[in-house]
């Protein structure tokens, strides 16, 4: 086994809402110590929540290894570090409450500073409330603009992935009357710069082909519908396609979707949010990882929310949640492979697809 392979991320995991469902996947995606030839889990959150989860999910014979900072995690166990008083933190499966919201920061906050500080190689987020988690210290629509902010980056970019679908988008969680206002050719020009590096930095792809939909039904229909594709998405990409890159559009959104055009193209991306995660997510539910390009970190998430109405009733799917901790180890090490080739100055042939790059995280059988 080669250094790269046998290399194992430290993957650090923020509980998000204790009463959504967040625990329950978190668990269930690690039950004993699966994970653990992979990478060294570390749970920021509350060791006495998630022994109440573990208790409640019948995971009785499976034991979590408490630590107080990342240096004492165990590689061979799931590490949990308590990131508030929890003594007196009362579980209400499926109830919206700010004490959730105030633990589930305490928890995001202390993950992010082990993540720039460089203790842990990667961050996976479980679902948050993200109006219970509003306070002095946190005012923003989501993770990705909070970590944005928390690594100096102007804007980055959410990216949903689920093997070799991609879709990064525009705008992200703003209002929809806003969008218009946001598509200039200088935020799809950096947009478009995001993911092409990405593709290649992250998931080793080495002459990336990316689609770009348009903003307006039938992609304008020649202007008849809107003239923002004729007046700006396709100079911007006329521009790329001069440099030699396979950027192509802007197709209809509908037709693109329901032909599956998508399987063409390493990468879509969407002008607006529902554009891009509505058929997303009617693909990928269940496998689909929100992944954040742009940091100088390994940043991923489950494509799912805290969703309320399942919690605490161990009905929920842990699939997602599973992806986003293998994409995590597999960009952690794709990352740190490009780096050594970079420091030792060695030229290597470039593989084709994000598939081939080295050091890929093995899944195992699902069913096994």
Same mark, same amino acid.
Not at 13 to 18: A, K, R
Not at 19 to 48: D, F, W
Not at 98 to 124: C, E, H, Q, S
Not at 213 to 229: D, F, I, Q, R, Y
């Given at each position: 086994? /080669?250094?790269?392979?046998?290399?194992?991320?430290?993957?650090?995991?923020?509980?998000?809402?204790?009463?959504?469902?967040?625990?329950?996947?978190?668990?269930?995606?690690?039950?004993?110590?699966?994970?653990?030839?992979?990478?060294?889990?570390?749970?920021?959150? /509350?060791?006495?929540?998630?022994?109440?989860?573990?208790?409640?999910?019948?995971?009785?014979?499976?034991?979590?290894?408490?630590?107080?900072?990342?240096?004492? &995690?165990?590689?061979? /166990?799931?590490?949990?570090?308590?990131?508030?008083?929890?003594?007196?933190?009362?579980?209400?499966?499926?109830?919206?409450?700010?004490? &959730?919201?105030?633990?589930?920061?305490?928890?995001?906050?202390?993950?992010?500073?082990?993540?720039?500080?460089?203790?842990?190689?990667?961050?996976?987020?479980?679902?948050?409330?993200?109006?219970?988690?509003?306070?002095?210290?946190?005012?923003?629509?989501?993770?990705?603009?909070?970590?944005?902010?928390?690594?100096?980056?102007?804007?980055?970019?959410?990216?949903?992935?689920?093997?070799?679908?991609?879709? %990064?988008?525009?705008?992200?969680?703003?209002?929809?009357?806003?969008?218009?206002?946001?598509?200039?050719?200088?935020?799809?020009?950096?947009?478009?710069?995001?993911?092409?590096?990405?593709?290649?930095?992250?998931?080793?792809?080495?002459?990336?082909?990316?689609?770009?939909?348009?903003?307006?039904?039938?992609?304008?229909?020649?202007?008849?519908? %809107?003239?923002?594709?004729?007046?700006?998405?396709?100079?911007?990409?006329?521009?790329?396609?001069?440099?030699?890159?396979?950027?192509?559009?802007?197709?209809?959104?509908?037709?693109?979707?329901?032909?599956?055009?998508?399987?063409?193209?390493?990468?879509?991306?969407?002008?607006?949010?529902?554009?891009?995660?509505?058929?997303?997510?009617?693909?990928?539910?269940? /496998? %689909?990882?929100?992944?954040?390009?742009?940091?100088?970190?390994?940043?991923?998430?489950?494509?799912?929310?805290?969703?309320?109405?399942?919690? %605490?009733?161990?009905?929920?799917?842990?699939?997602?949640?599973?992806?986003?901790?293998?994409?995590?180890?597999?960009?952690?090490?794709?990352?740190?492979?490009?780096?050594?080739?970079?420091?030792?100055?060695?030229?290597?042939?470039?593989?084709?697809?994000?598939?081939?790059?080295?050091?890929?995280?093995?899944?195992?059988?699902?069913?096994?």
């Amino acid at each position: 086994m /080669s250094e790269l392979q046998s290399y194992k991320p430290i993957v650090g995991i923020s509980m998000g809402d204790y009463n959504g469902i967040g625990p329950e996947v978190i668990l269930k995606a690690l039950e004993s110590n699966q994970l653990s030839r992979q990478c060294t889990p570390v749970i920021y959150g /509350s060791l006495r929540v998630l022994n109440k989860y573990r208790q409640m999910l019948n995971m009785k014979e499976w034991n979590l290894q408490a630590i107080q900072k990342v240096e004492q &995690a165990n590689p061979k /166990s799931t590490n949990v570090i308590t990131c508030w008083n929890d003594q007196q933190t009362e579980l209400e499966p499926g109830k919206i409450t700010p004490a &959730a919201g105030k633990a589930a920061f305490a928890a995001l906050k202390r993950a992010t500073d082990d993540l720039k500080a460089g203790r842990i190689n990667a961050l996976v987020t479980a679902p948050i409330n993200k109006d219970t988690m509003q306070s002095e210290d946190f005012k923003f629509p989501g993770h990705t603009e909070y970590l944005a902010q928390a690594f100096g980056v102007k804007e980055a970019l959410m990216f949903m992935v689920a093997g070799d679908f991609r879709v %990064g988008v525009l705008t992200g969680h703003i209002p929809l009357d806003q969008v218009r206002a946001q598509l200039t050719p200088e935020k799809l020009t950096a947009k478009i710069s995001q993911i092409l590096h990405s593709l290649r930095s992250d998931f080793g792809i080495v002459k990336p082909r990316l689609a770009v939909l348009g903003l307006n039904p039938h992609a304008g229909e020649n202007g008849l519908l %809107g003239t923002e594709e004729q007046d700006i998405i396709s100079p911007v990409l006329l521009k790329f396609r001069e440099k030699g890159e396979l950027v192509i559009g802007p197709f209809p959104a509908d037709g693109f979707f329901a032909a599956s055009t998508y399987r063409h193209y390493d990468a879509v991306l969407a002008m607006y949010h529902d554009q891009g995660l509505i058929p997303f997510k009617t693909i990928a539910f269940n /496998s %689909g990882v929100n992944f954040t390009a742009g940091l100088s970190a390994v940043r991923t998430s489950p494509d799912h929310g805290t969703a309320y109405d399942i919690a %605490g009733k161990n009905s929920a799917e842990p699939g997602s949640m599973l992806e986003a901790i293998y994409l995590a180890c597999d960009v952690a090490r794709y990352r740190l492979d490009t780096a050594e080739i970079v420091k030792n100055a060695l030229v290597s042939t470039p593989q084709a697809s994000e598939s081939q790059a080295p050091g890929k995280a093995q899944r195992p059988n699902r069913n096994s």
